[in-house]
């Protein structure tokens, strides 16, 4: 007999059921600008596995800040519930899980006989629950945190010194120009808020930065067609959030980039795998950043 909190995802298919989680979230925000990258969470940033201590990546990263905000989890542990039961938790009846998204291979044949193997890539979703979700769990010190205000502050100045982005003085705008590829152009300190602001703004223009051809070279005319520049900021927003994430630091909305949330509605609801693959390049976009910086880019949760 099945139990009511297996881990196996409905039949529904997982790309649309992901693409739906997203969906829905972006359109309860529209009229706020909340949305789900938009981390308002006090203890974690990025989504971690409890399983394996490890954060989630890609698409699986925005659909947990998505559920996380449509249901007021102010923590960004997760887990399957097999494994918070084997850290003493028992998930509470009638608790609904988040759906996320496992990548496989597999091996197929090809028409060239014995020889010829080619490898295919598949997805299978399964169904994780959210600490606070859960009841009489006693977690290890490795997910206390670590880090101060003050130190992520340092962090973020020196990650960002180091990964290779030139900054030029914008005026009162920021923004990359991809015939000054080298780049990005930025106001200067004095006319934001405060630090964090600051570098939220040049997390999503390093994005940017990153679609020249040297670097990650983002090409999507031919995937998305007249919607193409609205995709981009997408990737952006999404590259910023996993890279602001990465540095434990909130993420600045962006009240200027509203005019492109129908943009990004049509592409998703006309897609089910848009989604997919704007998460998937936003993190390769962010793993490049680090990586620059010197830093060893996470494995993916389990």
């Not at 249901?71 to 039961?85: F, V």
Request: glycine share 8%; aromatic share 12%; proline share 4%.
């Amino acid at each position: 007999m099945m139990s009511e909190h297996q881990t196996t995802a409905p039949k529904l298919d997982v790309y649309q059921r992901v693409t739906s989680s997203i969906i829905n979230a972006i359109e309860n925000g529209v009229g706020e600008y909340r949305m789900p990258w938009i981390v308002r969470q006090d203890k974690g940033f990025s989504p971690v596995s409890v399983g394996s201590a490890k954060p989630y990546r890609g698409v699986n990263t925005l659909v947990l800040w998505a559920q996380a905000q449509s249901k007021g989890y102010a923590s960004a542990l997760w887990g399957t519930y097999q494994q918070w039961q084997s850290l003493g938790g028992q998930v509470r009846k009638g608790e609904h899980g988040s759906p996320v998204v496992y990548w496989g291979t597999y091996e197929k044949q090809t028409d060239d006989g014995d020889e010829g193997k080619a490898h295919g890539l598949f997805a299978k979703g399964y169904t994780v629950f959210n600490i606070e979700q859960v009841d009489g769990c006693k977690l290890p010190k490795r997910f206390e945190p670590k880090l101060t205000q003050h130190e992520r502050i340092s962090h973020a100045e020196e990650f960002f010194a180091r990964a290779g982005v030139k900054i030029r003085d914008g005026g009162n705008r920021a923004y990359y120009r991809p015939d000054t590829p080298e780049a990005v152009y930025m106001p200067g300190f004095g006319q934001f808020p405060d630090r964090v602001d600051y570098y939220s703004v040049l997390a999503h223009e390093s994005t940017h930065w990153t679609s020249h051809e040297s670097r990650c070279d983002r090409q999507l005319g031919k995937r998305f067609g007249d919607e193409a520049y609205a995709v981009e900021e997408l990737i952006a927003e999404l590259g910023s959030a996993f890279t602001m994430a990465r540095l434990e630091l909130e993420l600045t909305p962006r009240q200027d980039h509203a005019k492109y949330i129908q943009s990004w509605l049509r592409v998703l609801k006309a897609d089910k795998r848009a989604v997919f693959t704007a998460a998937s390049k936003a993190q390769q976009a962010a793993d490049y950043l680090q990586r620059q910086a010197g830093q060893t880019v996470a494995e993916v949760a389990a």
